[in-house]
């Protein structure tokens, strides 16, 4: 699945291995909110992962890190926005998408290529 998908554990080489989607049950996207405030969606994929010591650092983080945080539950029934800052959106600009596509880009230039052969 990764070799096609960018996730925030992907493109920081910072972030630990715990913190990797299938051991932290976590899946986090970080990008551009209209191509300026940063922003990430955390996806519960893993029953109460958000509660869990990993799913916490991970919010920490992301809340230190990006202007807005959006945290979609396991049962995806709730939303919720983590901090209390909403930015001014200015005219939409094209992001980079998340999925990569055709034809594929050579491995070697790939962000995250290390990673996502580490994480296979």
Known sequence: ??????????????????WRPDRSGLLCLRAPLNGSAPAAVVYEVSPNAL????????????????????????????????GDWLPHLPEAVPRRPHF????????AAEPGEARRREAS
């Open 100 to 107: 990569r596509s055709a034809p594929a880009r050579s491995e």
């Open 51 to 82: 509660q869990s010591p990993p799913g916490g650092q991970i919010l920490a983080e992301l809340e230190q890190t990006t202007a807005i945080v959006v945290v979609v539950d396991d049962d995806r029934k709730r939303r919720r926005i983590v």
């Open 1 to 18: 699945m990764c070799a096609d998908f960018q996730c925030a554990w992907l493109e920081d080489a910072n972030w630990p291995d715990p």
